[in-house]
């Protein structure tokens, strides 16, 4: 069902095991309000926000709970080993930090448009955002893009699809979602930000005759 696990997702996912649990069982919920990140304008933003939550995941019993980060990390262990031999170590953590990156700073931009729309500041400040996610929808458009004519299987789905069709799949249902309101709680601009990073840099490295075999 997954590929062998490599060891740049197999840390990953252990990192994100290791926080998961100290936020939830030894510092709750200060390990929240110190590794979730918050709109750059937050008195409660700190610079080390912008990595430490991906590490962050839903805290049980609220929200989405544990789903959030056993969602990640079987959508990690389905995608990353492949391309984590592909592209190797060094563009294979690019490319996860750098979507992870990106999903903030849209998520940020879509905050800001709120704000100008006469959204409570206050409120925004005061949310934060956590989770893998967007560093995973990056790792999963970087899929798309360097294995469009890959079948993928999902629950539920009794047929193949093809692997390029995932990646405007992702933006459209997150576009609807965001603009819609629905599903609230979810970073849905995150996710796009993060897709976008990681089309881009698979792009660019294919374009620059990376060989995919």
């Known amino acids: 069902m997954f590929p062998r696990l490599t060891p740049i997702t197999k840390n990953i996912i252990i990192l994100n095991v290791i926080f998961y649990l100290a936020s939830n069982f030894i510092a709750f919920p200060k390990l929240y309000e110190m590794f979730s990140v918050f709109y750059f304008e937050s008195p409660y933003f700190k610079v080390w926000q912008i990595i430490t939550h ?11 709970g544990l789903t959030h980060i056993l969602f990640n990390m079987l959508t990690l262990m389905s995608f990353g080993p492949v391309l984590e031999q592909v592209l190797g170590d060094r563009k294979y953590i690019i490319l996860y930090f750098a979507s992870g990156i990106g999903a903030y700073l849209l998520n940020c931009g879509w905050n800001y448009f709120e704000i100008t729309q006469g959204a409570d500041p206050m409120e925004i400040y005061s949310i934060p955002m956590m989770g893998a996610s967007g560093a995973i929808f990056g790792v999963v458009a970087a899929f798309s893009t360097m294995f ?3 079948k993928l299987y999902f629950m539920f ?3 193949g699809i093809k692997a390029k069709y995932l990646l405007p799949g992702i933006i459209l249902i997150s576009l609807y979602l965001g ?6 709680g979810i970073a849905h601009f995150a996710h796009i930000g993060g897709a976008i990073v990681g089309y881009v840099l698979a792009r660019k490295w294919k374009n620059d005759h990376f060989r995919v075999n």
């Open 148 to 150: 469009p004519d890959s």
């Open 54 to 64: 991906m590490f962050m995941h839903a805290p049980m019993g609220q929200g989405i």
């Open 157 to 159: 789905i009794p047929f």
């Open 179 to 184: 603009f819609s309101g629905s599903m609230g």
